[in-house]
């Protein structure tokens, strides 16, 4: 697949893949490189699950906020979570995506990730295993998992019990077991 996602942005444009990345929700400056298909530049987890909370709300980005709703002791309401947002992508390319990764809970190397429930995520494993990646979605709740070092580029060999850690091991079982509490009383909605 990352064969593929080189050739397309070849073709599209590294210096057009940018913008589209900082209208999803990534806020760190990118260099116009055609390697950023392919997850070389860093960017942190909160910026990815903003991205990928984007394709979950069908191309419309909203700012990441904290709180969805506070209330004063006497219960009024002070603040509440409902910008409208903006069309970062159309609909239907995020739509699109979306069932491209669905494949990627249901058949793909993010298999660890599905726990009953429609859901659509990617994997990433940086070279030499130094960071692993799981970011999903179902259609009300975006998140990522990152799993490496804070303080440098360290291989994850020997990780709890798994000899090289890749997206599809230890962040997509994590992403698992914090989605199936997280939405344990939402509905199991479709895209």
Not at 2 to 20: K, S
Not at 75 to 99: F, K, N, W
Not at 165 to 171: E, I, N
């Amino acid at each position: 697949v990352n064969t593929i996602f080189a050739q397309l942005v070849a073709r599209v444009g590294p210096a057009n893949v940018v913008p589209v990345a900082h209208r999803m929700g990534i806020t760190t400056k990118l260099q116009a490189l055609c390697s950023i298909t392919l997850g070389t530049q860093p960017v942190n987890p909160l910026e990815m699950t903003d991205a990928y909370a984007t394709l979950a709300a069908h191309g419309r980005h909203h700012a990441p906020q904290p709180f969805e709703l506070v209330r004063a002791p006497n219960g009024q309401v002070l603040g509440r979570l409902g910008t409208p947002g903006e069309q970062a992508i159309p609909r239907s390319v995020a739509d699109q995506v979306t069932y491209a990764l669905e494949g990627v809970v249901e058949h793909g190397t993010g298999v660890a990730a599905y726990y009953g429930r429609p859901a659509a995520g990617k994997t990433g494993t940086a070279e030499s295993f130094q960071d692993a990646w799981f970011c999903g979605y179902v259609p009300q709740l975006a998140t990522c998992v990152w799993v490496g070092y804070p303080k440098g580029e360290i291989s994850l060999y020997d990780v709890e019990g798994v000899g090289a850690v890749a997206g599809g091991t230890l962040p997509a079982e994590i992403w698992h077991r914090f989605m199936a509490a997280a939405t344990a009383r939402m509905p199991a909605l479709g895209f």
